[in-house]
């Protein structure tokens, strides 16, 4: 008897960890969308010039994983909190060139704000289907991963090409990879894979960020409307 009431008194102690994670990783995600907005208006209002072209890609990809390679570092304290939402303010500026470009069409703020509750949409459904289902989607991760790797590579082949159906494929693709990942993610702390919060929100906040960014790539090639 006193085994099995330390039994669901153990159940009831990791019930309450996953349902704190997974609340504080919402918190925080919602959170870290204010210095992203941040840093995409300050990337538009003062027109900050990106680095375009292949090395201008290679110096994102070297400062983006370089915070994240510090985020997880410091994962288990306050400064992991801080990296995150400086990484999110500089993720937001790198918005500024998809910003500036949807803004010169006549519709691009309606096309900005689609994109925004399409990408919020799709969250919440994911999200809600990973806390309930029962099926398990650590296989749907592995396949996700390796078309993450394939459009990576396809994405700096077309800073050469520059094929617009190319980049269309790309964004379509992205957003059926990232969605799967936020299916994997969110289960992975409702399972209690993933305890650390910071840790957890990060993975979600790029899922959420290649969404958005893709789905207003596709808005802006086949609604935008020239002045």
Not at 110 to 119: E, P, R, V
Not at 121 to 132: D, G, K, M, N, R
Not at 208 to 222: A, E, H
Request: hydrophobic share 55%.
């Amino acid at each position: 008897m006193a085994n099995l009431e330390k039994t669901y008194d153990y159940a009831g102690r990791r019930e309450v960890a996953r349902n704190s994670v997974l609340r504080n990783t919402y918190w925080l995600l919602s959170l870290s969308m204010i210095p992203t907005v941040i840093g995409a208006g300050v990337g538009v209002a003062f027109g900050v010039p990106m680095p375009g072209g292949f090395l201008g890609a290679l110096l994102f990809l070297g400062i983006a994983f370089g915070f994240m390679w510090g985020i997880e570092k410091t994962k288990n304290s306050g400064m992991g909190v801080a990296l995150l939402l400086g990484f999110t303010f500089f993720m937001g500026l790198m918005l500024t060139p998809l910003l500036q470009r949807t803004l010169g069409f006549s519709n691009g703020g309606t096309l900005i704000m689609l994109a925004g509750g399409g990408t919020a949409a799709i969250f919440a459904v994911l999200a809600s289907i990973a806390t309930v289902s029962k099926r398990d989607f650590s296989g749907v991760a592995k396949f996700a991963f390796i078309g993450l790797c394939l459009i990576i590579l396809a994405s700096l082949a077309n800073i050469f090409f520059a094929i617009p159906a190319l980049s269309l494929t790309i964004s379509v693709l992205a957003i059926g990879i990232f969605s799967a990942f936020i299916l994997y993610d969110v289960q992975r702390i409702v399972n209690g894979g993933e305890t650390n919060y910071i840790s957890a929100t990060l993975a979600l906040y790029l899922d959420v960020y290649n969404i958005f960014t893709s789905l207003l790539s596709i808005l802006g090639f086949t609604s935008g409307d020239r002045d």
